[in-house]
């Protein structure tokens, strides 16, 4: 598995859901803003995380109950479990501990484009083919491709 030390937003991050984008887009600024932060900000941004993550978690959980999404309950666990190791963290930021807090801002920007590509796409996916009866189209904008 290839590690990531940052995650950057750009068109290859793109799934076609408009507004799944968006709270990927942000997600990503975040997990950015905690990178470069000093100690005395992690309290603050670990907790602007927390709230983003309770709103896109809800979402996307929302959209799979509404549309019965199949392999919602994986999801659905997925999300859950990242929330836990958040509130974790919290707890022991709260305590003084820096290393957990970047320990975890690193995990997730390894953990997110694996859930993006496989979970979220798919969901990207279904939801287009529920309201427009196929695939989202995506246009991405300077994606090297071998082969073509």
């Known amino acids: 598995m290839n ?17 799944m984008d968006a709270l990927h887009e942000e997600f990503v600024d975040l997990t950015r803003q905690l990178q ?12 602007a995380m927390e709230t ?14 509404d549309t019965a999404f ?13 929330l836990k ?18 320990a975890l801002v690193l995990a997730l920007v390894n953990w ?6 496989h979970l979220d796409s798919a969901l990207a996916h279904w939801l287009s083919k529920q309201r427009f009866g196929g695939k989202p189209v995506v246009l991405r904008r300077g994606i090297q491709t071998s082969g073509i």
Do not use: K
Not at 3 to 18: I, N, P, V, Y
Not at 37 to 43: E, F, I, T
Not at 112 to 117: D, S, V
């Open 36 to 47: 470069a932060a000093g100690d005395a900000q992690l309290p603050h941004l670990l907790q």
């Open 52 to 65: 983003h993550l309770q709103q896109h978690f809800n979402e996307e959980n929302q959209w799979m109950r």
């Open 85 to 102: 190791s958040v509130h974790e963290v919290q707890a022991l930021l709260a305590e003084g501990n820096v290393q957990a807090c970047r």
């Open 70 to 82: 199949p392999p919602r309950d994986c999801h659905i666990d997925e999300h859950a479990a990242v």
């Open 112 to 117: 997110f484009p694996g859930h993006a590509t």
């Open 3 to 19: 590690q990531a030390s940052t995650l950057e937003w750009d068109d290859a991050l793109l799934l076609g859901h408009a507004p």
